[in-house]
């Protein structure tokens, strides 16, 4: 099955640098790479997702970018503001009959000191 | 809209327990899924459903079961709980559109304890 690494597991950055949050997978089929914030003692929430036909989707000071031929993917914030401190969770869908069946990557703590 | 809801919050069960764990959707979605989130360990897929009176196994489904007798709820059930099944439970769903992956909807999550 499917298996997905996630790195740093904890990021420290100063308000307004950039953070980097790198995911790495093992399917070569998978087609769909969701990224999921989940502030503390709350539910996941979908931040921004990319389909393995595009190399970059961007939303305001949120990136993803995805590299198929390496099978991995990350995450750029940028301009960091400290309401950005959470868990981050990366995941990889195989598509085809199996969409849905995401698996998610251990997850990053990122904290943006004010 | 209510989005995904869960019931309970929070639960203690002593070892050999059984209980259910409720899902509820108010978005008219076809697909749900149990997850749980184990410190370090991310979020893990339990069973999912791909619409009502329909049940498939996930990453982890051992010692657990599941049903979808109406499609806007999701049941989870542990039949003889184990202190390795300590882990806090979230329910999600999504829609099932153009045979692709959409955004996962979760609920707040349930809180379980099993001493």
């Known amino acids: 099955g499917e298996n997905v690494e996630q790195h740093p597991s904890t990021l420290s950055v100063q308000e307004g640098d950039s953070a980097v949050i790198k995911c790495t997978y093992s399917?070569?089929?998978?087609?769909?790479f969701p990224w999921y914030k989940q502030e503390l003692g709350k539910r996941p929430q979908l931040i921004i997702d990319?389909?393995?036909?595009?190399g970059e989707k961007k939303d305001q000071r949120i990136a993803v970018t995805l590299n198929k031929t390496a099978k991995h993917f990350s995450l750029h914030i940028t301009e960091t503001q400290p309401e950005d401190s959470a868990v981050y969770f990366c995941?990889?869908?195989?598509?085809?009959?199996?969409?849905?069946?995401?698996?998610f990557g251990q997850g990053t703590i990122l904290t943006v000191h004010p | 809209n209510a989005g995904v809801t869960q019931t309970p919050k929070f639960r203690v069960l002593k070892t050999g327990q059984s209980m259910t764990l409720l899902c509820a959707q108010d978005m008219n979605h076809e697909y749900m899924y149990w997850y749980r989130q184990d410190p370090g360990m991310g979020l893990r897929l339990i069973h999912y459903s791909v619409g009502e009176g329909t049940t498939a196994k996930g990453e982890v489904p051992d010692g657990y079961n599941v049903s979808r007798l109406k499609k806007q709820n999701f049941l989870l059930g542990l039949e003889s709980a184990a202190p390795s099944q300590t882990s806090v439970y979230f329910c999600?769903?999504?829609?099932?559109?153009?045979?692709?992956?959409?955004?996962?909807?979760f609920g707040p999550g349930t809180r379980l304890t099993v001493t």
């Open positions: 399917d070569s089929a998978s087609n769909y």
């Open positions: 995941a990889a869908s195989p598509g085809g009959t199996s969409y849905g069946k995401l698996t």
């Open positions: 990319i389909r393995s036909n595009v």
């Open positions: 999600a769903s999504s829609y099932d559109i153009g045979d692709i992956d959409h955004e996962q909807y």
